[in-house]
């Protein structure tokens, strides 16, 4: 079973920066796209930010410009650097990899983190 270890939350004044790291083991299928996902009390699960196996990149409109997420692809891990935080990113961060196998045709795989709390906050 593919393991996501996330590290980086934590709690941050507004105008602050955080950088989470989730990497992946156990890694036996074709990694096509990780990303991070934040769920806020009362609302649903939103993607953040996306990167796929080609390096093509999608965020999330309330965070364009301040966030970049970025793939180490030899170590499996992705980052999520945050910059300038506000109030309303405060979240559950949850790490996501998306994976095909190795059958044809190729079987279909989601993997999540457990969620590392970032709290912005005076």
């Known amino acids: 079973q593919v393991q996501l270890v996330e590290s980086g939350g934590g709690l941050v004044q507004p105008g602050g920066s955080l950088r989470l790291s989730c990497t992946a083991s156990?890694?036996?299928?074709?990694?096509?796209?990780m990303g991070w996902y934040r769920q806020a009390p009362g609302k649903q699960r939103e993607l953040v930010a996306l990167?796929?196996?080609?390096?093509?990149?999608n965020y999330a409109d309330s965070v364009k410009g301040r966030f970049t997420i970025s793939r180490d692809k030899a170590r499996s891990t992705v980052y999520l650097q945050m910059n300038s935080l506000k109030p309303e990113d405060t979240a559950v961060y949850y790490c996501?990899?998306?994976?095909?196998?190795?059958?044809?045709?190729?079987?279909?795989?989601?993997?999540w983190g457990r969620g590392t709390q970032v709290t912005v906050s005076a």
């Open positions: 156990r890694i036996t299928s074709i990694v096509k796209a």
């Open positions: 990167i796929t196996s080609s390096d093509m990149t």
């Open positions: 996501n990899l998306d994976a095909i196998g190795w059958g044809v045709p190729p079987e279909k795989y989601n993997y």
